[in-house]
């Protein structure tokens, strides 16, 4: 194809904005999908974003487009729609699919207006240099008010109010307009057709039919069907055995040249050999430099995941393995814990992510799960000596400490004039730094803020809606890490410390958390033949005390004189119990308690 007649774009808008709806429009209008084949959300695959209506993985699919109106009628472009993953904790990933476009539609909910995820992934679009054409959806509604929000977001991108389209993406009004204006206003893409082949990944999934499918766009020259291909971070090279266009199925091709976007299929049956971001050459013919922007994935938040029944740890490893060949970002590895027996730590990009895999897990392999409450990364400076990374709380050294650092975000959040005070308060609560605050019209308010990563994943969205009546939105992006006066607290039963409730947390928050834990503990827990005590420390310094108090009587007389039948099922029962029960270091403790009182933290 001339790259001329290529426009490569996205579609960005804040979630429920109808993004999805209106990318089926687009398919079904440029005749990609025929209105027998068509169902909502075509290009949604996966089942579980189905359900969540939520885009996990990219997609691209390549749409002719013959221009229908107006200036430039009759002629003829392929459109490429590459479609972004919606949330927060796979911004990198979106990052990479901008950067294989040069333009992107801003939809905006014609009823909702600006909310955070629209500017978030419009401040990420502006940094690669797109092109933006706004663009208000739902103007079917009759609680749209098109005219209202067109100069809210002229104001935004620096525009007049006229030049926001208007569509409806469920009725399809001013969609074809939109690809006329896609082909008049977007530029088509630049590249040098006779230097070395250089394609950035942009997406890579695994087919349990074909192994490794990987997404490209070609920035320079051009690769074809019989080349052997080489990823340049890590040099390894790769037999072809198939590279086409996706409209909407994948279609075998010749060759990839400037512009065009793509798929190509090697063999290799990892995604971590294909990663997001990384360039891919020729062997024969190498590019000397790789496209710049690749970052390894790196996990933001740890929790451990034991199965509920200890014999299904090896399914559970089994199915953390096939999982692992569709998700660079996943890492595990073996743990045990006292509490809950054996099971891995895992690392996940975020909190959305590690909700994800614990429900695939759950679903995809029947397996019953508990996870233990999700922690961030710290980096810890021993005094006089070595730096540590700590990824769970009970390996926290012991040594003396120089400094503690924890990682930050940048959170933008958006909210009707009147919650000002709300958020801020809420923010504040969670050792927030306010860094900005505009206004965007005269009732809605930016608000950014630098926040530590690991207040944002203890319930902070929930709190938000909740103070905001719903209204505000939120938006986060790593920006580095902090020093912070943390502390570990311990809990301890009967002297014993239980692995699974050890938290890093800031030091004015440690006694709350000491006292939270315990008292769920005690309620819990059930009485022993002896007084146990629960308390909460730091080091060797007790912060917090409960007891359960011990048992009097034995069980058995409560039957007293009574039935024989009765009093045996009553030993069984407690025979039972017994198979369940851990042992922290004296204290016999059900299982279902500590799950209990992971469950409610
Ligand atoms: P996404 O999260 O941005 O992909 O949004 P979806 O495409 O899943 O749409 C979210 C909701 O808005 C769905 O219930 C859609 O049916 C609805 N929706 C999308 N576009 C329109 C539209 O133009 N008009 C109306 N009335 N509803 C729409
Ligand atoms: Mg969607």
Same mark, same amino acid.
């Given at each position: 194809t001339d790259p001329g007649a290529i426009r490569n774009f996205c579609i960005i808008a804040h979630i429920d904005h109808g993004k999805s709806t209106l990318a089926d429009r687009m398919l079904q209008l440029t005749e990609v999908v025929d209105a027998r084949q068509m169902r909502a959300q075509y290009l949604d695959r996966m089942?579980?974003?189905?359900?969540?209506?939520?885009?996990?993985?990219?997609?691209?699919?390549?749409?002719?487009?013959?221009?229908?109106?107006?200036?430039?009628?009759?002629?003829?472009?392929?459109?490429?729609?590459?479609?972004?993953?919606?949330?927060v904790d796979f911004t990198y990933e979106v990052s990479r699919s901008l950067a294989a476009c040069e333009g992107a539609i801003l939809l905006v909910d014609a009823a909702q207006g600006i909310e955070a995820q629209t500017l978030a992934n419009l401040y990420l679009a502006m940094e690669n240099d797109l092109q933006i054409i706004p663009v208000l959806?739902?103007?079917d509604l009759p609680a749209a008010q098109p005219e209202k929000y067109a100069e809210e977001l002229a104001h935004l991108i620096g525009c007049e109010p006229e030049d926001c389209l208007k569509v409806s993406g469920k009725t399809g009004a001013g969609v074809a307009h939109l690809l006329d204006e896609v082909v008049r206003q977007l530029p088509a893409p630049k590249g040098d057709a006779d230097a070395p082949a250089r394609a950035m990944i942009f997406d890579s999934v695994y087919d349990i039919y074909r192994g490794?499918?990987?997404?490209?766009?070609?920035?320079?020259?051009?690769?074809?069907?019989r080349d052997r291909i080489k990823m340049m971070?890590?040099?390894?090279?790769?037999?072809?055995?198939?590279?086409?266009?996706?409209?909407?199925?994948?279609?075998?091709?010749?060759?990839?040249?400037?512009? +065009?976007? =793509?798929?190509?299929?090697?063999?290799?049956?990892?995604?971590?050999?294909? &990663? %997001?971001?990384?360039?891919?050459?020729?062997?024969?013919?190498?590019?000397?430099?790789?496209?710049?922007?690749?970052?390894?994935?790196?996990p933001m938040v740890y929790s451990g995941l034991y199965p509920i029944d200890g014999s299904d740890y090896p399914a559970l490893r089994e199915a953390l393995d096939?999982?692992?060949?569709?998700?660079a970002a996943l890492v595990y590895e073996p743990e045990s814990s006292a509490a809950l027996g054996f099971g891995f730590r895992c690392g996940f990009l975020g909190l959305l992510h590690l909700e994800i895999i614990q429900e695939r897990?759950?679903? +995809?392999? =029947?397996?019953?799960?508990?996870?233990?409450?999700?922690?961030?990364?710290? &980096? %810890?400076?021993i005094e006089g000596g070595d730096e540590v990374t700590v990824t769970n709380p009970s390996e926290f050294p012991a040594g003396k400490i120089a400094s503690i650092w924890e990682p930050t975000v940048r959170a933008t959040i958006l909210a009707p004039n009147d919650y000002v005070g709300a958020v801020m308060e809420l923010c504040q609560g969670r050792r927030g730094q306010l860094k900005g605050m505009d206004y965007l019209s005269s009732e809605r308010v930016e608000l950014r803020y630098t926040l530590p990563l690991a207040e944002i994943i203890y319930d902070f969205f929930d709190q938000l809606k909740s103070r905001t009546k719903g209204y505000a939105s939120l938006d986060y992006e790593p920006s580095g890490e902090q020093e912070s006066d943390l502390v570990k607290v311990d809990i301890l039963l009967h002297g014993d410390p239980v692995d699974a409730f050890s938290a890093i947390v800031h030091k004015d928050k440690a006694y709350n958390y000491g006292v939270t834990i315990a008292s769920k503990l005690q309620k819990l827990i059930p009485r022993q033949q002896f007084e146990v005590p629960i308390q909460a420390a730091i080091g060797s310094r007790i912060i917090a005390r409960e007891t359960i108090r011990a048992i009097r009587k034995d069980v058995l007389a409560k039957c007293y004189g009574g039935d024989i039948s009765r009093k045996r099922k009553l030993?069984?029962?407690?025979?039972?119990?017994?198979?369940?029960?851990?042992?922290?270091?004296?204290?016999?403790?059900?299982?279902?308690?500590?799950i209990a009182a992971l469950n409610t933290s």
């Open positions: 089942d579980i974003e189905r359900e969540r209506g939520i885009t996990i993985k990219s997609q691209a699919v390549r749409m002719p487009w013959t221009v229908r109106e107006g200036e430039r009628t009759g002629e003829s472009a392929v459109l490429n729609m590459i479609d972004t993953p919606g949330h959806n739902k103007i490794v499918v990987t997404y490209i766009r070609v920035i320079d020259g051009k690769i074809e069907a971070s890590t040099g390894a090279v790769h037999e072809l055995l198939e590279i086409g266009v996706i409209s909407p199925e994948m279609l075998k091709g010749p060759a990839l040249g400037v512009g +065009e976007v =793509g798929y190509l299929i090697t063999g290799v049956k990892d995604v971590r050999q294909s &990663r %997001v971001g990384d360039t891919v050459t020729i062997n024969a013919r190498p590019a000397r430099e790789a496209l710049g922007g690749y970052k390894d994935p790196r096939k999982l692992k060949l569709n998700d897990l759950e679903r +995809e392999f =029947g397996l019953d799960l508990i996870s233990t409450a999700p922690n961030v990364v710290y &980096r %810890v400076q030993l069984e029962k407690q025979k039972e119990g017994k198979k369940r029960m851990k042992m922290v270091g004296r204290v016999e403790v059900p299982q279902e308690a500590f």
